[in-house]
């Protein structure tokens, strides 16, 4: 009977260590609205694809932690979001800040759809050209005559024989 309430104890045990969750104690309500948005806004570095507030990465608890300890110390948030920079590069922000190198990344969906528009708009102009160029000659080019004709031409037997 011991064996078994020691090993449900300790099965249980082992679920609450994963069940942590960090709780910071604000001084006011703008301090922590301040902190909800920078730890949606800056990215883990492990995670990749996920922001400090979401991951549960070593990492992530540690910088959600010194986000709060520069609030505490009245930082500005561009005064946390500079030592993130300085410390992980442009990676960490989901918004990357508009220079040379984030460039493409800024402008390249635009410059891409363009490009295709582009192309799209020479294939239909192509294509329109080739049409009118293998077009069979039409009724309202020809006069009565030439109209006369070709008509002869069609409905006579020579033409239904070949």
């Not at 694809?49 to 561009?78: F, G, H």
Request: overall charge positive; charged content about 25%.
């Amino acid at each position: 009977m011991n064996k078994f309430f020691l090993t449900l104890f300790l099965s249980l045990w082992s679920f609450s260590l994963f069940a942590a969750i960090d709780v910071y104690q604000f001084k006011d309500n703008q301090k922590q609205e301040r902190f909800q948005t920078l730890v949606a806004e800056l990215r883990c570095p492990k995670c990749q694809n996920q922001n400090l507030a979401d991951s549960n990465s070593e990492i992530a608890t540690d910088l959600r932690l010194k986000v709060y300890q520069m609030l505490e110390a009245d930082k500005s948030d561009d005064m946390i979001v500079e030592y993130m920079l300085e410390r992980y590069g442009e990676f960490v922000l989901y918004k990357p800040r508009m220079s040379g190198q984030t460039f493409l990344l800024w402008y390249g969906p635009a410059l891409l759809l363009i490009i295709g528009l582009i192309a799209i708009f020479f294939i239909l102009r192509q294509r329109r050209a080739q049409k009118k160029f293998t077009k069979s000659p039409d009724k309202h080019n020809l006069d009565q005559s030439q109209q006369q004709t070709l008509d002869a031409l069609l409905n006579s037997d020579d033409g239904k024989k070949q």
